[in-house]
């Protein structure tokens, strides 16, 4: 069974930090290339970060400089270290999986977590 499972989530004072996980299981990591996106009440849900399968790397401009996304494929998990939280960081994170390989599953998502940015 294909699965993504995100932690890591919570509430932070602004200026703070949260590193967000994502474990895959049923599929084999390392052919995906994983993003982070993310969907705050009342907006459609938008790009955070995403990393290649060769471990190339892209930010929104909003959280470049501020998050990190990495993988590490012998733990089939994907990393967002998020650093200066905002307030409008505030959201739920979603993990996301996508190939252009035929023949396996396309386009998953973790069920997400919340991360709430307050003082």
């Known amino acids: 069974q294909v699965q993504l499972v995100e932690s890591g989530g919570g509430l932070v004072q602004p200026g703070g930090s949260l590193r967000l996980s994502c474990a895959a299981s049923?599929?084999?990591?390392?052919?995906?290339?994983m993003g982070w996106y993310r969907q705050a009440p009342g907006e459609q849900r938008e790009l955070v970060a995403r990393?290649?399968?060769?471990?190339?790397?892209d930010a929104a401009d909003s959280v470049k400089g501020r998050f990190t996304i990495s993988r590490d494929n012998a733990k089939n998990t994907v990393y967002l270290q998020m650093n200066n939280l905002k307030p409008e960081d505030t959201a739920v994170y979603y993990c996301?999986?996508?190939?252009?390989?035929?023949?396996?599953?396309?386009?998953?998502w973790g069920q997400g977590t919340q991360v709430t940015v307050s003082s």
């Open positions: 996301n999986a996508r190939t252009s390989r035929s023949g396996y599953k396309n386009d998953l």
């Open positions: 049923g599929m084999i990591f390392s052919i995906y290339t």
């Open positions: 990393i290649s399968t060769l471990g190339n790397t």
